[in-house]
């Protein structure tokens, strides 16, 4: 189990839905606001199931943004800041023949910038009667799992993370999505580099952190260098065992921890449309 805090929950229930991860939270009405025990409750929720899930709630753009801010300060995505009114929300949308949609790789979100998002809440306006889950994957467990001697090999590589796969006019996501992007002749690739494994700043925890989104190589060596042990990490980052799936329903909320999980959005909803809204909460540089 991915909790270690034997201290009971008073002002929320917290109810497991795998071994490796995710909870769902009750006793929890979002948009009549949160008392700060209440919230510091589902922050411990949070660190101890990477990733948390409401059901039946009700909220706006401004309690949903109200929300996330009590969680840190909000985050603007680059590449979804296309100069629409409010930058804060980004409306991910999935209409019936779509090719492409956002997040169907596993990933973690917006890893090319010097200081990820330490989290996301993404919000179900609208869903398909069947098909559209998430999938999530404890990246604590797929570190913790390694060898003892792949740990001392990674414990001092670092991996270049880019936004070339998945932003910018060369891709042409926008003639296959509904989700837009910026395509626009000035934009230019975001690149930092990270550990290839990182401390979690609140539990102090060791996880992995590459991801297919965004890991291109190890600082330091080519793509075909990289590519054997970086595609290793990324597919054991997401055995079956290190994971949980959501099935959504309008109102569904998921709340996961950026620093230690990765995520997959099933592009599976075939004549069904797919509504959801998303806030990112900023975070801190990788160490």
Known sequence: MTGSNATPYERITVSPIAGALGAEIGGVDIAAGLDDATI??????????????????RLDDASHKEFSRRFGELFIHPNFDLGQADPEIVRV????????????????????????PMGAILYALEVPPFGGDTLF????LAYESLSDGMKAMLANLKVVHSDIKVAGP?????????????????????????????????????CLFV??????????MTDHESKPLLD????????????????WAAGSIAFWD??????????DAGPFPRRMQR???AGNAVV
């Open 211 to 220: 991801n297919h989104s965004y890991a291109c190589r190890f600082d330091g």
């Open 170 to 206: 060369h891709n042409k996501l926008n003639a296959r999505r509904s989700s837009k992007i910026r395509e626009d002749a000035n934009w230019r690739p975001t690149e930092s580099v990270h550990p290839a494994v990182r401390t979690h700043p609140e539990t102090g925890r060791k």
């Open 137 to 140: 994957a404890n990246q604590y």
């Open 40 to 57: 510091a409750e589902i922050r411990r929720a949070l660190l101890d199931h990477l990733v948390i899930f409401f059901r039946d709630q």
């Open 279 to 281: 806030t990112q909460v």
């Open 258 to 267: 950026n620093r230690c999980t990765k995520h997959l959005a099933v592009h």
């Open 93 to 116: 949308v999935r209409q019936p023949g779509d090719e492409r949609i956002i997040g169907e790789e596993w990933h973690s979100d917006t890893t090319m910038m010097r200081e990820p």
């Open 232 to 247: 290793f990490l990324m597919e054991h980052g997401h055995r079956p065992e290190f994971t949980c799936r959501f099935r």
